[in-house]
């Protein structure tokens, strides 16, 4: 039974007090708070231009290490700053252009133009956005904080082991593994908001092939980090555990390998630069069509390219290792797989020029951005082509030409898009357009400090000069090119700052931009100028994929509340969530409003990671009870929240339930995104039990394992207690609360035991995990699954006290559908970890 | 902080891919240049197009004629162009890099090289000759393939020598093995090419590549202690009993440590400390004595404490050691 939409809109019969009253109803329950409570803020609006901002300093903070950089290296021999210093100034530098720069920059924007776009009110889950944000800035200030205190992290962004586990590479170390772990999360947070945010909360009509590209984009790029991001995660386990208690997964002496982390940082590393470079494209997307002023020639081409570009850049990852002395077929192989990426990337830059074939330009600042950011580019993704041939790399890999390469990827593939976008969208954040003159100034600046800076780089490095030196022998021939880069360097960095003034400088006199000033296509250009906090007035149905172009009465009808949620006259938050693919309205779902809880949650939890840090193992255990009870708290008053009526008419003869449960609801799929980038973390570490065994001729090296009967038992336990959590689901299905009940404590009680008997083979097996990797590997395993089920066992507890209290009922059952679909994930990690190191020691053995 | 400048400017001679002096070099140089003039093409070709199109008085084309500019230009030629490279690459492999295991363990000439921080231990596996152990140098023949086989005793290292051929990993735990083969005599440098610690930029060799007699003749005295060990008994005196044989090794005499670099032949070395300082006595005397501004990070301790000519007479000793 799909809903069928109006043809025509019906008459308007409000007054326009009428309709005054509702703007204002909406405007009450939007608005963000004021005085110091602004701070609880939690609208994508407030948090997204929080959240860029944020990105933005680290970006000019990381740019500063980098002058300090080349003013050192602009003579031979020069002793401005000390090994020490600059060794720690370079991998800050690349750390957090990386983590706190090109990652959240994209999670930012993305959360100020995605709803915008989509004609949502807001993201689904706003406090979690917030969340993210606290994350980030306080993980941002505690990674960044160290240098003033001399012990920033010194072993470069990629943290090679051994030396980034050795003794040397000191407190820094730690501070990079503990402080960007806790800022990934934030990230994968992040990712789960914006995935169903694209999916699920999209205008009724916007099929999925109506979206714009931007939305396709946002959709890779966050599944690539759901993807990505777990290995390097767990990468960050083991090393941390070798960093804090001797585990030895990194050290050669006892069975591990360096080149396992080179493999987990890679496998996160490589699909990075696209996690980075793809949003930029994404901006690109949306604004050369607005400045050819026309539709986007080749909608499915680039929508593919990009699918394609996404799925390569995961096969890809060997290409950073081809010196470490892999067999030639592998080299082989990844060279082509690496080659091969540069055919989606082709076609997505020529969709732009064909687009502006077919169209005429306007010329503006976004669109000078944009030329020179594919000028730029170009040369980057040549280099590129050249480094990928395993034989070109012998010579380039570590050296300069490197360093030239990825810096004209990075700047031409991802910061002057930005800045394109910056100019571009600066309208709907700032009501204002920037500075043309500035714009314009600041561009040559930027594009001719920039070449002049990095294009010598290319020859640095095929003269020998390697990557991270602090300084380098005179008359080798390295001297000029060095000056050279350090001038040009200063150059880029006044451009920068000219674009920096452009932002910030008051312009409080200037009138209000045009409401939408470029003439553009899509929906985030509806917004009112100045803007109002509702995201949009009503919204709207979308039949095509430039609805502004397409119909030209839709502001109108927007403004004048005609489409759908026109009015709160409940006082809640509300938008509509629609189906994946064709977008048909399901649920009007509502929000969470502002709150200290994100603020209080982030906190507890960096303090956990921090204290980490310095080892103070109390603190943290209250830390981390802190951080415990907000999420819960989080969870227990703002989730699954049972409404005051079961639907709503949101306007035009549609009436929509407001509380749905299992794969309906937003929260569920919030489950099953979030657990699939757990179990990519979980299969990583699984990879490194049979990476190990592959380079072993015998890799339990004669230590005993766990035994068979203990890893059996703890999965019998597992899996009676995943098959007691769906006969609890079907007696609550059923309305039997007391059996609910009953099976919960079961449930929770094998969950304990399965738990306990992981932990027990083992450790009654006397394996000591500083001795050699094997048992080292194997209690990682099992402590992973024994940690998640302890998250099981909260949710349990969870489940029964919201049966007890009447949260948890027959109709409103989201908490138990949502525990069941964990316990899915759980079942598969608990059969994989108890086979694997029961069993699979004994398969080995009578195999050979 | 380093004030060493002057040191640095110790020459090690020539390092640059460009200007090759080694077959697989060779063949990565003209590699390289014939992927510099197609970049270049195509670059110009690709902002020709760009330029065309964002031309305000030209004609607005059609959309089926943009989308052939699509399939042509973003999907089709950049894949004929790629799969071309890729052969004309891939194939030079087998002949730069042979995938053989075997080889190590048959090779006429095999030199030994394990990274350190901030050095080079290295030992030639002459055929027919008692392994001859020295540091922070490679000499190897004109025109033969040597063989070398990389390991790391301490953090991943890279042995790189620009103008003979690319790099390889030394990574601890795994043993790694290159070949290369010089076609010009000369002195050439090899920096560490993978981020090893704080001294990461002063650790570089030498390569001395020299004339197959010249060659075999310098290994045979290599194999023999220094007649310079005889002499300047006071340095040889002042040498021993400051403990420096605890961890150098000087053939024909005591000292026989393991732990830094053998110097039983420094006083003909190219370069000092790993291809940073010149080798003169003044400049031995000025490593010994400030072995932590010279080198950050070095385990060597500095013997600022020791008498003036006490270190000169060391490095006078040494210096002889050819």
């Not at chain 1, 930012?108 to 606290?134: C, K, N, Y």
């Not at chain 1, 386990?237 to 997964?249: A, G, N, T």
């Not at chain 1, 990797?773 to 194997?778: E, L, S």
């Not at chain 2, 400390?273 to 010149?278: K, Q």
Request: negative net charge; contains cysteine.
């Amino acid at each position: 039974m799909t809903y069928a939409y109006p043809e025509t809109l019906p008459p308007d019969t409000r007054t326009d007090a009428e309709r005054e009253a509702e703007a204002d109803g909406l405007r009450k329950v939007w608005e963000a708070p004021k005085g110091l409570r602004y701070w609880t803020a939690v609208n994508n609006t407030e948090v997204g231009v929080w959240y860029t901002a944020a990105a933005f300093i680290f970006m000019l903070f990381a740019g500063v290490l980098a002058l300090i950089v080349r003013t050192q290296l602009s003579v031979p021999g020069n002793d401005l700053v000390s090994a020490e210093f600059f060794n720690q100034a370079f991998t800050l530098h690349g750390t957090v252009m990386m983590f706190l720069f090109a990652v959240p920059i994209f999670e930012a924007v993305a959360i100020i133009i995605l709803p915008q776009m989509l004609g949502a009110r807001d993201l689904p889950f706003p406090r979690l956005s917030a969340f993210g944000f606290w994350c980030f800035i306080i993980g941002g200030v505690f990674v960044c904080g160290s240098i003033f205190f001399n012990a920033a992290p010194d072993a470069g962004w990629f943290m090679y082991p051994p030396l980034a586990t050795s003794e040397e590479a000191g407190i820094g170390a730690d501070i990079w593994l503990l402080g960007l772990s806790f800022i990934e999360v934030a990230s994968i947070a992040a990712a789960v908001e914006l995935i169903i945010g694209v999916l699920k909360c999209r205008p009724p009509g916007m099929h999925i092939n109506l979206m714009p590209l931007y939305a396709w984009y946002v959709l890779i790029v966050a599944g690539m980090i759901l993807f990505a991001f777990p290995p390097l995660i767990a990468g960050d386990i083991l090393f941390e555990l070798e960093r804090m208690f001797d585990w030895p997964f990194f050290d050669a002496a006892r069975g591990g390998d360096p080149l396992l982390w080179q493999h987990l940082f890679w496998i996160f590393g490589h699909p990075e630069v696209y996690i980075v470079f793809l949003p930029a494209i994404a901006l690109l997307a949306m604004i050369v069509p607005t400045f050819a002023q026309r539709p986007i020639v080749g909608y499915s081409w680039i929508v593919l390219a990009a699918v394609g570009t996404g799925f390569l850049s995961f096969g890809l990852w060997v290409h950073h290792m081809f010196t470490t002395g892999l067999p030639s077929i592998s080299l082989g192989f990844f060279s082509a797989a690496s080659e091969a990426v540069a055919i989606p990337t082709g076609v997505q830059i020529f969709v732009f020029i064909a687009t502006l074939l077919a169209g005429r330009i306007v010329f503006s600042v976004p669109m000078l951005f944009a030329a020179g950011a594919l000028a730029i580019f170009v040369i980057g993704g040549l280099t590129g082509v050249m480094v990928a041939l395993a034989p070109f790399d012998w010579q380039a890999h570590d050296s300069y030409f490197v360093v030239a390469h990825l810096h004209y990827v990075l700047i031409g593939g991802v910061l002057f898009p930005i800045v394109a976008g910056i100019y571009y969208f600066f309208p709907l954040v700032g009501n204002r357009r920037l500075s043309d003159r500035l714009g314009k100034v600041g561009f040559w600046l930027m594009f001719v400090g920039f070449n002049v800076g990095f294009f010598p780089m290319h020859f640095a490095g095929l003269r020998g000069m390697p990557r991270r030196v602090f300084t380098y022998p005179d008359e080798i021939g390295l001297n000029m090119l060095n000056l050279v880069s350090t001038i040009g360097a200063f150059i880029f960095a006044a451009g920068v700052l000219v674009i920096v003034w452009a932002v910030v400088r008051p312009k409080g006199r200037e009138p209000y931009a045009a409401r939408n000033p470029w003439n553009a296509g899509t929906l985030e250009w509806v917004a009112e100028m100045p803007g109002e906090s509702w995201g949009i007035r009503s919204i709207p149905i979308i039949k095509s994929r430039y609805p502004l172009w397409d119909d030209p009465n839709l502001i109108a009808d927007i403004d004048a509340g005609r489409y759908y949620l026109a009015d709160a006259s409940e006082g809640h938050r509300e938008t509509i969530v629609t189906s994946v693919l064709s977008a048909q309205p399901l649920q009007c779902l509502r929000v969470s409003g502002p709150s200290f809880v994100p603020m209080f949650s982030a906190a507890a939890l960096g303090a956990v990671f921090i204290f980490l840090t310095y080892h103070w193992w109390w603190p943290t255990l209250v830390a981390g009870v802190l951080a415990l009870v907000g999420i819960l708290y989080w969870l227990w008053t703002a989730t699954a929240v049972i409404p005051d009526k079961a639907q709503k008419d949101v306007g035009l003869g549609l009436t929509l339930p407001i509380y749905v449960s299992g794969p309906k609801s937003v929260g569920w799929w919030a489950m099953f995104i979030t657990m699939t980038g757990d179990g990519t973390a979980f299969g990583s570490l699984v990879f490194g039990y049979f990476f190990y065994w592959t380079i072993h001729d015998d890799f339990t090296a004669g230590v005993g394992g766990p035994g068979a009967a203990w890893p059996m038992a703890a999965l019998a336990f597992f899996l009676a207690a995943w098959i007691a959590m769906l006969v609890a689901r079907r007696a609550n299905a059923a309305g039997r609360p007391g059996a609910l009940r009953g099976l919960l404590v079961l449930s929770l009680t094998l969950t304990l035991a399965g738990s306990a008997a992981g932990l027990t083979g083992p450790w009654l097996h006397g394996m000591d995990p500083t001795t050699h990797v094997y048992p080292a590997i194997v209690w990682v395993l099992v402590i992973w699954t024994a940690c998640h089920g302890a998250v099981a066992v909260i949710m349990q507890g969870f489940c029964l006290a919201g049966s007890l209290s009447g949260r948890l009922t027959r109709q409103h059952d989201i908490d138990i559908h949502n525990v069941v679909l964990y316990w899915h994930f759980l079942a598969v990690t608990a059969l994989v970890t108890f086979l694997v190191v029961g069993l699979f020691p004994l398969a080995q053995r009578s195999g050979g | 902080m380093l004030t060493s400048s002057p040191f640095l400017a110790g020459c090690a001679g020539i390092q640059s891919a460009l200007d090759p002096a080694g077959v697989e070099a060779d063949a990565v140089a003209a590699l390289f240049w014939v992927m510099v003039a197609g970049a270049a093409v195509i670059w110009l070709a690709v902002m020709g197009v760009l330029y065309y199109a964002t031309r305000r008085d030209r004609v607005v084309h059609s959309e089926t004629f943009a989308g052939r500019v699509i399939l042509w230009a973003g999907a089709i030629l950049p894949t004929l162009i790629l799969t071309a490279l890729l052969a004309y690459g891939l194939s030079m492999m087998p002949r730069l890099r042979p995938w053989d295991a075997r080889a190590a363990e048959d090779a006429p000439l095999r030199i030994e090289v394990v990274g350190e921080q901030f050095w080079w231990r290295v030992t030639y596996h002459r055929d027919g000759m008692e392994p001859v152990v020295s540091a922070n140098e490679i000499r190897m023949p004109v025109g033969e393939r040597v063989t070398f086989t990389l390991r790391s005793a301490d953090v991943i290292h890279a042995f790189w020598i620009p103008s003979l051929g690319g790099k390889m990993d030394m990574i601890p735990g795994r043993e790694n093995t290159l070949t290369l083969e010089a076609t010009k005599a000369g002195i050439y440098r090899g920096p560490c090419a993978e981020f090893c610690g704080s001294s990461h930029a002063l650790m570089a060799l030498a390569a001395v590549v020299m004339e197959t007699g010249a060659f075999d003749e310098w290994l045979a005295r290599q194999a023999e202690p220094s007649p310079g060990v005889g002499e300047n008994e006071a340095g040889r005196a002042a040498f021993l009993a400051n403990g420096c044989g605890a961890c150098h090794a000087v053939a024909g005499t005591e000292a026989n440590g393991t732990i830094g670099p053998d110097l039983s032949h420094l006083g003909s070395r190219v370069t000092l400390g790993a291809g940073i300082v010149e080798n003169s006595k003044a400049g031995i005397g000025r490593f010994i004595a400030e072995t932590d501004h010279v080198k950050p990070g070095v385990r060597m301790p500095a013997y600022r404490a020791l008498p003036d000519e006490e270190i000169d007479a060391i490095a006078g000793w040494l210096k002889g050691l050819e």
